[in-house]
């Protein structure tokens, strides 16, 4: 201040706290393009072996839906031999009314996935189709697991009471489960069964639940096909 140098020092003092911002702010966009690239790097882990779990998952699905496929023919047949009260087609009932006594669960493996969202990166994730579809996966998920409840619900409560009642099952199993019974026992009236309106409507509600299981899983395959598709898109270079 005695020499006249007051301005010099502000500016200088200025040109030190600009300075210091600046390097405040470059260090902050470093730290961010940082967290960025270690944040991408994590998703793009989590993008490959997501991948191998949906693929196994569609698997998983092609088969089940085969599966219900072969109860749903077998559910089918079922009812037209009832209908036609062909005393000829006995032998070939027998083969087929096992179907009617059979509930499979959807044991589908999701761990991968569930980790995904448990650590909520769904919420980083840029592109809005992917995103979408776990909430799609995850919604359906469910609905499945809402139809297998009902599945295990209708058999225990309304198909197996009956069969231990008027079908003896160890003879009337589905073929795979037969080699594990002991056949044998009372013989099981057909001829009955033919004007029988509890069987007829218990094998008519069974193939409308198989049926809306099998509708369920190729909802379910579709979803899974393109949360592969979008997470192709993610990993491609």
């Not at 967290?35 to 882990?45: P, W």
């Not at 009902?150 to 309304?158: A, F, G, P, R």
């Amino acid at each position: 201040m005695e020499t006249g140098k007051t301005s010099r020092y502000f500016k200088y003092a200025i040109g030190e706290i600009i300075l210091v911002v600046i390097g405040i702010l470059i260090a902050l966009q470093v730290s961010n393009w940082n967290d960025e690239r270690k944040q991408a790097q994590l998703l793009n882990s989590y993008y490959t072996k997501l991948h191998g779990e949906v693929n196994q998952n569609i698997a998983k699905a092609q088969r089940f839906i085969a599966l219900e496929d072969t109860l749903i023919e077998q559910q089918r047949r079922t009812l037209q031999i009832l209908n036609s009260k062909n005393e000829d087609d006995i032998p070939e009932l027998k083969e087929n009314i096992g179907a009617v006594a059979t509930a499979w669960y959807n044991d589908f493996s999701f761990v991968i996935f569930d980790e995904f969202l448990q650590k909520g990166l769904v919420t980083k994730i840029k592109d809005q189709n992917l995103k979408q579809n776990f909430q799609d996966v995850k919604l359906e998920l469910l609905n499945i697991e809402g139809n297998d409840d009902y599945v295990e619900t209708q058999y225990n409560t309304l198909i197996e009471p009956f069969f231990a009642k008027h079908i003896n099952y160890s003879n009337n199993a589905m073929k795979y489960y037969r080699k594990y019974l002991v056949e044998g026992g009372p013989k099981t009236d057909f001829n009955a069964m033919f004007n029988s309106m509890e069987l007829w409507n218990i094998t008519t509600l069974k193939l409308e639940s198989t049926s809306n299981v099998k509708k369920r899983l190729e909802l379910f395959l579709n979803l899974l096909e393109d949360l592969k598709e979008n997470l192709n898109k993610q990993t491609e270079p």
